[in-house]
């Protein structure tokens, strides 16, 4: 059923130095679109702190329906974070350097069709997860994906090519940690350059690891790209990508990539390999709980 875009009220908050894209036509799109379906929306900056009490009260004094979050994946996984338990609806406008929950969720990648969308789109619950207490969205790693995230995090630019300049240089470097998983009381050892556990089937820019992910099925993805010779490696990703056929968690699989789903995983990382929460880059942890939380929040999406 189509949402009446009139018995809305917005909040849009705007990221200024997510991604690469500028963002002072943003207030001006929201307004205009605003009058023309007869709603009310207003826009606010995000705060580095990832404290939105300042939204909260607004939405339990004014009575806004909709939060709309124009920024990344590490925006999405703040906001959400904070206001989660709140009866409303979120939305994106995918303004950031991956977008990998936004293209998951179908979110187009043009400003003003994103901005649209958030009056006629579609609320549907999305699942979300935990990393021990913090909160996940997207997807977490450890490891390769997760040193990157940090040394993306150091660059003053943002954005793809920032991105995939960290990517080629951490590629030569790049080291495998040993790591335990504890999945349905099986414990198995790996060597790994790197684990993620996905919820969206994607890291961002439609580059998909994990292509079986869905945002609503109760389920983490777990790939875990082991040991094997670095000559190699890059095409064992293209075929994942391609392929992403599931395999068992429970066999031995030693220089393929394994790919499995679960609803919860004990990752033991005793030599402390990075860790990144949806692209933001995040101290190591020893033992990390990793856990789905089904039907987390409502997600506004093409209908
Ligand atoms: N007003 C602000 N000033 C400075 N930093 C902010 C502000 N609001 C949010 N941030 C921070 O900006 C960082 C980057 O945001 P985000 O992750 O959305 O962009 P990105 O990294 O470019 O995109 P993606 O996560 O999709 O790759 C986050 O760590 C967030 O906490």
């Not at 300042?54 to 004014?62: A, D, H, N, S, Y």
């Amino acid at each position: 059923m189509r949402v009446d875009p009139s018995q809305k009220k917005l909040i849009f908050l705007v990221n200024p130095i997510s991604g690469t894209r500028p963002k002072a036509d943003l207030a001006d799109l929201v307004k205009q679109t605003a009058e023309r379906f007869k709603s009310q929306a207003i826009v606010l900056p995000t705060v580095a702190s990832g404290d939105y009490s300042f939204v909260r009260q607004r939405i339990e004094e004014e009575a806004y329906t909709d939060v709309i979050i124009c920024g990344g994946d590490g925006t999405v996984n703040n906001v959400m974070s904070d206001l989660r338990d709140l009866d409303i609806h979120f939305g994106i406008v995918p303004c950031g350097s991956g977008n990998g929950l936004a293209y998951c969720a179908g979110i187009p990648k043009n400003p003003q069709k994103a901005i649209e969308l958030a009056f006629t789109g579609k609320a549907r619950y999305i699942d979300a997860f935990l990393v021990n207490e913090q909160f996940a969205c997207m997807l977490c790693g450890l490891g390769f994906d997760a040193k990157v995230a940090h040394d993306f995090a150091q660059q003053p630019g943002r954005g793809l090519l920032t991105y995939t300049q960290q990517t080629i240089k951490n590629y030569f470097t790049a080291t495998t940690y040993h790591f335990e998983m504890v999945v349905e009381e099986h414990v198995i050892q790996t060597d790994a350059f790197f684990i993620s556990v996905a919820n969206s089937n994607q890291f961002g820019n439609q580059f998909t690891i994990a292509p079986k992910a869905s945002l609503n099925d109760g389920l983490l993805d777990i790939v875990v790209v082991p040991k094997m010779n670095k000559a190699i490696l890059p095409f064992a990703l293209m075929q994942q990508v391609r392929t992403g056929q599931l395999t068992s968690a429970l066999e031995e699989q030693t220089g393929t990539i394994q790919y499995f789903q679960t609803a919860k995983i004990q990752i033991r990382n005793k030599d402390l390999a990075p860790l990144h929460i949806d692209g933001e880059p995040k101290e190591s942890l020893e033992t990390l709980n990793i856990r789905i939380l089904p039907r987390c929040v409502q997600l506004i999406q093409p209908i």
